[in-house]
Every structure is written in structure tokens, then in C-alpha cells.
């Protein structure tokens, strides 16, 4: 997403903001206006490239506005959360905060639904509309984590939380695609007093500190403290050998009551796509970077449906349906297309 630090760093010289990729930073002020200074450039553009800008710009200010319920909140929800499960926040008030949470965060969702598409972009508004569900899940996920009945297992907790965590990366990055279609809209130049370093596209679960672990794996696969850190450039090759190459990478083709091997299957592929050139053309790494994060979230609503069946459907009543809702976004992000219908497609 816009970096909302970077405006207010400019000018000084060697600063190096590392972004991360979050809704909170959405390029706005207070009022849901854009922050980016205009008046150096704007005298520079053709009367086109201005006219672009002022579209986007003032699309990019009602999608600040329609998000802005939930901005407050998902900075220290994942905090809350850790501190519960420390010890350092009591039930009730952890619980209160997460319903009220989830409230701000359906109203963004019905207000992201709600905004019309950028006519130069239009992707985006489905991008921001499937990122605001993720959001949504989330909150349901903590809200299922906070209900659970004493006795639930320390591990079981833990990959709940780590579900969440996983959940509101993925909200952050497919956000972060659809603001990709944005930014050259803009038309702003670099500035030369800041290096933005942008978060790489798809995280590897295991740097980010949030592996699937027991009871949902056997064991948890060794962490990484370094930073993932967007590549500058990456090689390129044919879209039809790309093509070739998603279609040989083991995404499952159909359901199976083996939740865990297509979890599994899901990542493999993901990350054996990781290390295959994009498709050539403008959008090519895009078209990458989307693909596997749909690959991401078809995996984590099978893992919903990993702990629904651990923690059984009486402690954990909404897991069920937060499984479900993230394979339909799963769905709804599959581009089809030269790819072919959605390998788990429900309807």
C-alpha cells in the first residue's frame, strides 16, 4: 500500500523508510485526503496526465474514507492478541475490543463494496473489496480465539493466533495489488531524499515467523529474522510458458476431504512459483505476485478447516464459516483466463 510515513520524511535527507505493507498507511491525513505534495509536478504533466492524476486521486480519497472504520483498529488488534495469549490482557476486555473491531471492520467492508470503480483501473476496487473481506476475517478469527474454552491447547491456541496473523498479511498484500494499479496513475516521481523499500509481494510464512506448526503440521519448519524485501527486477519469460509452468506447479485440482495435503499443495506451489520468471508484458508481475497469493489464501481457509476439525465445531462455531469465506475470496481472486477455472471452485 502507500507508505502515509513517506510524506511526512520527505526532505530529509538519507531516510530509509521500509514499508510493511498495512491499510493504516493509506497516503491521507486525517480527513482522507492525499498527503503527496502536487505542486512541484503537476505543472509538469500534459493536460492527460493530469487529468489522471485528479481521478485517481480523488477515487484514492473515498477508498481512504470507506476503509477508515478499520484503520484505527488493525494496528493493535494482532497486539491485543499476543498480550492475551501472554497473559497481559484479561478476556473480557480483549473480547470487547475484538466485537467492537469487527463491526468497524464490516462497515469498511460494506463501504469498500459500496464505492464505485476507478475507470482507468477498474481491478482495483475488486482488489480493495476481497482485501476488506480478509480484513473482516481477521477480526472473526480473533473473535473465535478469545471464545475458546479453557483446556483448548496452548498450540492450538497458537496456530489460531498465527492463522490471524497469516490472514491480515495476506488482507495487507492483496490491498497492496490494488494499489500497485494506482500508483502509476499518479504520476509523482520518486523523491530523491527517500528510499522506499517495499515488503516482497508474497511472504514466506516460515520468515515471517508464522509457519503452520502442530497440530496442524507435525513440526514447524524453522524461522527466519531477515526482512523480505521487494526485488527490484526479476526475470521474465513467455506467458505461455508461465502458463505451462502454474499449470505443472501441483495447485490441487478439486477438493478432498485431506484439508492438510491441500494446505500443503497450495504453498508448494507458491513457492515453487516464486522462483519462476514472471510472464512477460507490463502486467506480468503482477499477474504473478496476485497468483500466488490466491494460492496463499485457498491454503489458509483449509487450515480453518484443519482446526475446525481439532478444536471440534462446539468451541469454535465460527471457524466453519471463516474457512469458507476464505476459499470464496480464493475463488473470487482466481484470474482465469489462459489458466482455466478455478482449481477449487465452489460454484
Do not use: C
Amino acid at each position: 500500500m502507500t507508505r502515509g510515513t513517506v510524506g511526512a520524511v520527505a526532505g530529509v535527507a538519507a531516510v530509509v523508510a521500509v514499508a510493511v505493507g498495512a491499510v493504516w498507511a493509506l497516503g491521507s491525513d486525517s480527513s482522507g485526503t492525499s498527503t503527496s505534495s502536487s505542486s512541484s509536478t503537476t505543472a509538469r504533466l500534459t493536460a492527460a496526465q493530469a487529468a489522471e492524476r485528479a481521478d485517481a486521486q480523488a477515487w484514492e480519497a473515498k477508498a481512504a474514507d470507506a476503509f477508515k472504520p478499520l484503520v484505527n483498529d488493525v494496528q493493535t488488534l494482532a497486539t491485543g492478541a499476543r498480550e492475551y495469549l501472554a497473559g497481559q490482557r484479561q478476556a473480557d476486555q480483549f473480547r470487547a475490543e475484538v466485537d467492537t473491531d469487527l463491526n468497524a471492520f464490516r462497515a469498511s467492508q460494506t463501504a469498500v463494496a459500496a464505492l464505485p470503480p476507478l475507470g482507468r483501473a477498474p481491478d482495483a476496487l475488486h482488489l480493495y473489496v476481497e482485501s476488506a473481506r480478509l480484513y473482516v476475517d481477521v477480526a472473526r478469527t480473533y473473535a473465535t480465539l478469545v471464545r475458546l474454552p479453557p483446556g483448548t491447547s496452548p498450540d492450538a491456541r497458537t496456530q489460531l493466533d498465527f492463522l490471524g496473523r497469516r490472514i491480515r498479511t495476506l488482507a495487507d498484500r492483496v490491498y497492496d495489488r490494488g494499489r500497485a494499479l494506482i500508483t502509476p496513475l499518479l504520476h509523482e516521481p520518486p523523491s530523491p531524499d527517500v528510499d522506499i523499500r517495499l515488503p516482497e509481494e508474497v511472504p514466506d510464512w516460515s520468515a515471517e515467523g508464522v509457519p503452520p506448526g502442530p497440530p496442524l503440521e507435525p513440526q514447524s519448519p524453522p524461522t527466519s529474522a531477515d526482512v523480505q524485501l521487494r526485488q527490484a527486477d526479476r526475470a521474465t519469460e513467455r506467458r505461455s510458458a508461465w502458463v505451462a509452468a502454474v499449470h505443472a506447479a501441483g495447485i490441487p485440482a478439486a477438493a478432498s476431504t485431506d484439508v492438510a495435503a491441500l494446505a500443503r499443495a497450495d504453498i508448494a506451489a507458491a513457492e515453487e512459483l516464486r522462483t519462476e520468471p514472471d510472464p512477460s508484458g507490463p502486467d506480468g508481475r503482477e499477474a504473478s505476485a496476485r497468483l500466488r497469493l490466491d494460492l496463499l489464501v485457498y491454503a489458509d481457509g483449509h487450515r480453518a478447516e484443519q482446526l475446525t476439525a481439532i478444536l471440534g465445531p462446539s468451541a469454535a462455531p465460527d471457524l466453519p464459516d471463516i474457512g469458507r469465506d476464505l476459499l470464496s475470496i480464493a475463488d473470487e481472486l482466481w484470474p482465469g483466463g489462459d489458466l482455466g477455472p478455478r482449481p477449487e471452485g465452489r460454484g
